[in-house]
């Protein structure tokens, strides 16, 4: 019964596609490039791993243990924090699928140690992990030094960034910067302040992350 059970149950997550929460991985060939999913599942809703399955949901398998090593080189060598990942094993159609989850971080960001030293956090987008944007950063400060909910008065850059947001609608960082006479490291400062009191949005395409004036 269980190799049954286990089939349903893989199957079923399979039915759902590679989504905000879910990730297909045919195999572990870099821990780096798995600690990039982590860390975006991490910063954003939580997710999980689906390894030994393709992008087309077919089920491969894989050498569970040599990849359950893998992920743990991953979540902890090249993730800072390290990332606990609850990781088990199924077996659907003889075949051994190993789904690793991760739960939303407590304290973000979450950062991967990249090749070239450089520290980078990820967002988990639709289907793709995205590399956060400076003012994702910023939110995620503002949240872990415990800033105040909503602003009690607005000095002049917060109101004349405001009003521009208000009035042009979707713009992106250096869109924003070139119609403000605010140094662009303080548009970033207002920006997250803004994300944080729920005044301005983030939305993400082709082409980048936009800001936009919530209602």
Same mark, same amino acid.
């Given at each position: 019964?269980?190799?049954?059970?286990?089939?349903?149950?893989?199957?079923?997550?399979?039915?759902?596609?590679?989504?905000?929460?879910?990730?297909?991985?045919?195999?572990?060939?870099? +821990?780096?490039?798995? &600690?990039?999913?982590?860390?975006?599942?991490?910063?954003? !809703?939580? %997710? /999980?791993? *689906?390894?030994? =399955?393709?992008?087309?949901?077919?089920?491969?398998?894989?050498?569970?243990?040599?990849?359950?090593?893998?992920?743990?080189?991953?979540?902890?060598?090249?993730?800072?924090?390290?990332?606990?990942?609850?990781?088990?094993?199924?077996?659907?159609?003889?075949?051994?699928?190993?789904?690793? +989850?991760?739960?939303? &971080?407590?304290?973000?960001?979450?950062?991967?140690?990249? !090749?070239? %030293? /450089?520290? *980078?956090?990820? =967002?988990?987008?639709?289907?793709?992990?995205?590399?956060?944007?400076?003012?994702?950063?910023?939110?995620?400060?503002?949240?872990?030094?415990?800033?105040?909910?909503?602003?009690?008065?607005?000095?002049?850059?917060?109101?004349?960034?405001?009003?521009?947001?208000?009035?042009?609608?979707?713009?992106?960082?250096?869109?924003?910067?070139?119609?403000?006479?605010?140094?662009?490291?303080?548009?970033?400062? *207002?920006?997250?302040?803004?994300?944080?009191?729920?005044?301005?949005?983030?939305?993400?395409?082709?082409?980048?992350?936009?800001?936009?004036?919530?209602?």
């Amino acid at each position: 019964m269980k190799a049954q059970d286990d089939t349903a149950y893989i199957r079923a997550l399979i039915s759902e596609g590679e989504h905000v929460r879910q990730d297909f991985k045919f195999e572990i060939s870099d +821990s780096r490039k798995i &600690a990039r999913s982590l860390s975006a599942f991490a910063n954003t !809703e939580g %997710g /999980r791993l *689906l390894i030994g =399955v393709k992008d087309n949901g077919r089920i491969a398998g894989v050498r569970s243990e040599e990849e359950m090593y893998m992920v743990e080189a991953a979540a902890q060598v090249y993730c800072t924090p390290a990332v606990e990942v609850d990781m088990r094993v199924y077996r659907p159609e003889g075949r051994s699928v190993l789904v690793a +989850s991760v739960r939303p &971080a407590v304290r973000k960001p979450v950062l991967v140690k990249e !090749e070239d %030293g /450089r520290r *980078l956090a990820y =967002v988990r987008i639709a289907d793709e992990n995205i590399l956060a944007s400076p003012v994702h950063i910023g939110v995620w400060r503002c949240a872990a030094d415990a800033v105040p909910s909503e602003a009690v008065s607005f000095t002049a850059q917060e109101r004349e960034l405001l009003d521009v947001l208000t009035s042009a609608g979707s713009l992106t960082l250096s869109q924003i910067c070139r119609r403000v006479t605010i140094p662009r490291r303080r548009v970033v400062h *207002l920006l997250s302040l803004f994300v944080h009191w729920g005044l301005v949005g983030i939305r993400h395409d082709s082409r980048g992350f936009f800001y936009c004036a919530l209602d």
